[in-house]
């Protein structure tokens, strides 16, 4: 009887953690999501979209609607639906920036039809194809891919810079330091709630983030900080 006590408390103990752990995750997520706010007020300054690239903010539409769906058909995940709900609403906030600013309107709204589209697709077929595979583990599978592909870009894109420029000129700082704390802590939300696709979206961007960091440390010092005409550079991304 005893021991069934203790097990229930345990049991109790973890479930109060868990939502602890993704209570806390949420705004350390929205901190990322808000860190594009930078990008959008420049672009508004000047006008013009220079040289920031839309691709992280479509990646971040689709990953969020991605993961509101998967998060609606599991149920009792309101963080996870709360927190991509927010950024859902970030990347549309800054994508009609972009569409306002921009000369080549035409291909931003194909690329938003394109997103829209893949997102009832996936929906689509991951109902269709139910009878055969889960509905959450095709949701889960895309939201992997979609979540690598929001996490590695700007990774990727970034690294490039950098090592060719030996400057962190173009990597900021802050983006990368909430990128890690959130996948920190939806990774750890993902281990103490037992659901595999929550960890495998998270566990390689906690990774990413990680090596971004080095990044910003490993370049730092040769960085434009020293250089008071790079101070004056117009808008890149």
């Not at 995940?77 to 569409?99: H, R």
């Amino acid at each position: 009887m005893e021991a069934s006590s203790a097990m229930v408390s345990l049991c109790q103990v973890r479930m109060d953690l868990v939502e602890a752990i993704g209570w806390l995750a949420i705004p350390a997520t929205v901190m990322l999501f808000a860190s594009t706010v930078e990008a959008c007020v420049k672009i508004y300054q000047a006008k013009d979209i220079g040289g920031f690239s839309p691709v992280p903010y479509y990646a971040t539409f689709v990953n969020s609607t991605i993961w509101i769906m998967y998060g609606l058909i599991k149920g009792n995940l309101e963080q996870v639906i709360l927190v991509n709900g927010i950024g859902w609403c970030s990347a549309v906030f800054s994508l009609t920036v972009f569409l306002k600013f921009s000369s080549g309107r035409a291909d931003l709204v194909m690329k938003m039809v394109a997103a829209c589209g893949f997102c009832a697709a996936t929906y689509l077929l991951s109902d269709a194809f139910s009878a055969h595979v889960p509905q959450l583990q095709t949701l889960g599978a895309v939201g992997i891919f979609t979540s690598g592909i929001m996490f590695g870009g700007p990774l990727a894109m970034s690294a490039e810079v950098v090592i060719k420029t030996e400057s962190v000129k173009f990597l900021l700082l802050m983006p990368s330091v909430f990128a890690f704390v959130a996948t920190s802590l939806w990774t750890s939300y993902a281990i103490l709630k037992g659901d595999l696709y929550i960890f495998l979206a998270n566990g390689p961007g906690l990774l990413l983030a990680a090596l971004q960091l080095a990044l910003y440390g490993a370049y730092k010092k040769g960085s434009y900080w020293t250089s008071k005409s790079d101070e004056e550079t117009p808008l890149t991304a």
